[in-house]
């Protein structure tokens, strides 16, 4: 068997040391009073949770889209009928679009026709200005059907 260096057997005097004093040196210290604990019953009190706020606040507003545009009231009678939209949306759509006077083209954002301009495209709608007044005309669906809506949400 070999033979320790003296610095090998100081560093395996110091650890044998550590390795008593340690332990009782954890054990001497102050143990926390449960005497409180105990005379409840032995039962301890649960903590509540922080509150949660509410998860349809998450949903109050979209993410990735910018707020929809107000619609004000009925849209007048001389409002655009959308016939369709073709095109990519934000990059090159197009609206085919029916004046008052049965007059159809298409017109691209910030075009106008019967003093309406077109303010923006969507999948199935457009939304049209004339001063302070807002419309958004939707796509028809059915036959004879002007699409034209009214209200703030976009999805109706």
Known sequence: MARLTRFEAGALGLS???????PLAILSFD?????GAAAAGGKATPLRPDAVPEPLALYARPL????????DGIPPADAPVLIGIAGRIGSDAVAFVRGASGE???LRPGEGMDGWQL????????????GRDHVRVSVPSAPGDDGAE??????Q
Do not use: E, M, N
Not at 64 to 71: I, K, R
Not at 119 to 130: C, G, I, N
């Open 119 to 130: 303010v923006s495209l969507s999948a199935d709608a457009a939304y049209f200005a004339r």
């Open 104 to 106: 159809s083209r298409t």
């Open 64 to 71: 990735f889209a910018p707020p929809p545009l107000a619609v």
């Open 31 to 35: 143990s926390p009073d449960l005497s």
């Open 150 to 155: 009214t209200g703030s949400d976009p999805d």
């Open 16 to 22: 044998l040391l550590a390795a008593v004093i340690l």
